[in-house]
């Protein structure tokens, strides 16, 4: 052994040591450094610039539920790669990729529990999850979600965060819209709420179909809402559009959507309106 070896194993290092990996957060919006803890804290929304960071089922739920506490439901079974798909790496792989990036089945997870004290199914879209794409799984688990809360004769609330329909799965991915339409429809006859929050992005497919559906629409701030982007929109049209065209709070001002409520104030806003429109569930 060479004398650094032994000075090395003499010293008391400490086997992890903090470094800027994970003592700092760079703002995806205004590129500043902020904090982890700081970001954590403020529920991963910017306390430089107030930009609202993408965040996933374990969070929402975390943040959303009473005390954080809830239980997660079940996802349904569903084929994984149906029309054998291949573009430039196997669909399969591309699943196995986003599985072990976010340690999720799928883009849509459902959990139950209370907000304000008042029961509730919540459905998270994980845009981490292959761009939050609409698949056969992700209706799968929506379905499942309304189901649940049917059950258990409870608002539903979708979280929305999604790139559209997953094109791995063609035709099948587009039968899911008609599909959660179907199934809201039920919820509706059973007389219970549905809820849709909207987050940045929320496009395509998922916006032709569960994502404008509710009886109250909520957005994040600045959340980008559509069905194709803006760039295809002006290059269709041949006109420029406006200033924040697709933005939640453009939405607003147009009718498109009933409110933009900040992060830190969702649970506040989700328990007075499950209050007003399920009045004899909440008591």
């Known amino acids: 052994m060479s004398w650094l070896d032994r000075v090395r194993n003499a010293l008391p290092f400490t086997a992890k040591r903090d470094t800027a990996d994970n003592l700092w957060h760079k703002c995806r919006q205004c590129q500043q450094m902020v904090f982890v803890k700081e970001w954590e804290d ?132 587009l039968m899911q819209m008609p599909r959660a339409t179907v199934a809201l429809a039920r919820l509706r006859r059973a007389g219970l709420p549905y809820i849709v929050l909207l987050t940045d992005p929320t496009t395509g497919g998922v916006t032709a179909s569960y994502a404008m559906l509710g009886d109250v629409q909520i957005s994040e701030p600045k959340a980008l809402i559509g069905f194709a982007g803006q760039r295809v929109i002006e290059n269709t049209i041949r006109e420029k559009l406006p200033e924040g065209f697709q933005r939640a709070e453009y939405l607003l001002d147009h009718g498109m959507i009933d409110m933009v409520v900040h992060r830190k104030d969702l649970p506040e806003t989700l328990g007075r309106v499950i209050g007003y429109l399920a009045p004899e569930k909440a008591a």
């Open 42 to 173: 403020s529920l991963n929304v910017c306390p430089r610039c107030d930009h609202h960071d993408r965040i996933g089922a374990t969070e929402r739920f975390a943040q959303l539920f009473d005390g954080g506490h809830h239980e997660i439901l079940p996802a349904p079974a569903a084929p994984e790669d149906p029309l054998k798909f291949r573009d430039t790496k196997k669909y399969v792989d591309r699943i196995k990729a986003a599985r072990t990036l976010t340690g999720d089945r799928d883009a849509y997870q459902n959990a139950a529990g209370k907000i304000d004290g008042q029961p509730v199914v919540i459905g998270v879209q994980d845009f981490a999850f292959m761009g939050g794409s609409m698949g056969v799984a992700v209706g799968e688990a929506f379905v499942a979600g309304v189901e649940q809360a049917i059950k258990r004769s409870c608002p539903y609330i979708a979280i929305t965060a999604a790139g559209g329909a997953r094109m791995q799965e063609g035709t099948l991915s």
